[in-house]
T-cell receptor
Framework: DTGVSQNPRHKITKRGQNVTFRCDPI?????LYWYRQTLGQGPEFLTY????????KSRLLSDRFSAERPKGSFSTLEIQRTEQGDSAMYLC?????????????FGQGTRLTVV | GEDVEQSLFLSVREGDSSVINCTYT??????LYWYKQEPGAGLQLLTY?????DMKQDQRLTVLLNKKDKHLSLRIADTQTGDSAIYFC????????????FGTGTLLAVQP
């Protein structure tokens, strides 16, 4: 296991189309996070899973966004009816959780361009 | 509220020390982190410090935390061209979610 894997690395889509991204966390990690990073900004938290349960969602996550982690392993992030403002880097991170496990490992991200 | 601020740009000569600064507003932050992001890459955790510490050293990296002033700094000794990247500080409260709140990032340019 070489780390957090995200696919695809790049996605170009037309406005109004739906897109889905996948994240494969480090295998024993029960915590999974999605962040969004726009140009010149730091990453912003979108949502968090502990195992298969989605425990927190940011208000940035509009109703066009949905995330799942059906078996507590990989996760998908879907954006419906994409808008130009959705263009960003979408980052996934995972961690072991627990009081002494504070390190989150990030994937290389999926860069979305909406044209 | 939660707000993390950093200066946008720092330029140093190779071999000099770099100091990247960060201020945060949430006094209940439990952990403070420094991440490095190279072009087209994800985020690499460099180091983190627990809020009851005031200093942590790890090889060329020294983290200083002034909790009273809510100020965090990262010092890189003997800066190399390979250190050129964007550096993000981040805070979290730990606990159930442990989500990270990131600053806007500081672009470090190392001149040969």
């Amino acid at each position: 296991d070489t780390g957090v894997s995200q696919n695809p690395r790049h996605k170009i889509t037309k406005r109004g189309q739906n897109v889905t991204f996948r994240c494969d966390p480090i295998s024993e990690h029960n915590r999974l996070y999605w962040y969004r990073q726009t140009l010149g900004q730091g990453p912003e938290f979108l949502t968090y899973f502990q195992n298969e349960a989605q425990l927190e969602k940011s208000r940035l996550l509009s109703d066009r966004f949905s995330a799942e982690r059906p078996k507590g392993s990989f996760s998908t992030l879907e954006i419906q009816r994409t808008e130009q403002g959705d263009s960003a880097m979408y980052l996934c991170a995972s961690s072991l959780g627990g009081p002494k496990n504070t390190e989150a490992f990030f994937g290389q991200g999926t860069r979305l361009t909406v044209v | 509220g939660e707000d993390v601020e950093q200066s946008l740009f720092l330029s140093v000569r190779e071999g000099d020390s770099s100091v990247i600064n960060c201020t945060y507003t949430d006094s209940s932050s439990t952990y403070l982190y420094w991440y490095k992001q190279e072009p087209g890459a994800g985020l690499q955790l460099l180091t983190y410090i627990f809020s009851n510490m005031d200093m942590k050293q790890d090889q060329r990296l020294t983290v200083l935390l002034n909790k009273k002033d809510k100020h965090l700094s990262l010092r890189i000794a003997d800066t190399q061209t390979g250190d050129s990247a964007i550096y993000f500080c981040a805070e979290s409260k730990g606990g159930a979610t442990n989500k990270l709140i990131f600053g806007t990032g500081t672009l470090l340019a190392v001149q040969p």
